[in-house]
């Protein structure tokens, strides 16, 4: 019983450092375009504009997994930017609210007319675009210093 009992302590000691690491690690993606920009506004921070085809853009799901995911961005973005994903997704079961989808494709429209995937963009707190850059297969701290570069 006692040894049953110390097996279901570290199971849920585990499940709440797995739970406790996620959160430590999330990525702060503001939920609207207009958000971003009061946020950036109000902290002086430029707004990371992030183009995506989460479901079905290799290049996107990389950029994904190897930058935005990475404990070094996500460490340097919370002191350092503002993030907004203005994704497209074409699956069905990732479909976004209208309201969503219309957003998304006025930002579109003003920022990414050629419709390049992935396309990120940094913005100044007016939303007049500072530069733009794709993927590239780099370290996460170079991808941080070649956002830099535009703000500087």
């Given at each position: 019983m006692i040894v049953n009992l110390f097996l279901g302590l570290k199971k849920i000691n585990f499940?709440?450092?797995l739970?406790?690491?996620v959160f430590a690690f999330s990525q702060?993606?503001?939920s609207s375009y207009e958000k971003a920009i009061t946020s950036s506004k109000e902290t002086g921070k430029p707004v990371i504009l992030v183009f995506a085809g989460s479901d079905?853009?290799?290049s996107c799901i990389k950029l994904e997994r190897e930058i935005w995911k990475t404990s070094e961005f996500i460490s340097y973005a919370k002191e350092?930017?503002?993030l907004y994903k203005a994704d497209f997704p074409r699956k069905k079961t990732n479909k976004l609210s209208k309201e969503k989808e219309k957003q998304n494709a006025k930002l579109a429209e003003k920022?990414?007319?050629k419709g390049y995937f992935p396309l990120v963009v940094v913005l100044n707190k007016e939303g007049k675009?500072?530069?733009?850059i794709g993927y590239k297969k780099v370290a996460p701290s170079i991808y941080i210093?070649?956002?830099n570069s535009f703000v500087n």
């Amino acid at each position: 019983m006692i040894v049953n009992l110390f097996l279901g302590l570290k199971k849920i000691n585990f499940i709440l450092i797995l739970l406790f690491s996620v959160f430590a690690f999330s990525q702060d993606w503001e939920s609207s375009y207009e958000k971003a920009i009061t946020s950036s506004k109000e902290t002086g921070k430029p707004v990371i504009l992030v183009f995506a085809g989460s479901d079905w853009c290799a290049s996107c799901i990389k950029l994904e997994r190897e930058i935005w995911k990475t404990s070094e961005f996500i460490s340097y973005a919370k002191e350092n930017y503002i993030l907004y994903k203005a994704d497209f997704p074409r699956k069905k079961t990732n479909k976004l609210s209208k309201e969503k989808e219309k957003q998304n494709a006025k930002l579109a429209e003003k920022y990414n007319p050629k419709g390049y995937f992935p396309l990120v963009v940094v913005l100044n707190k007016e939303g007049k675009s500072l530069g733009k850059i794709g993927y590239k297969k780099v370290a996460p701290s170079i991808y941080i210093s070649l956002l830099n570069s535009f703000v500087n």
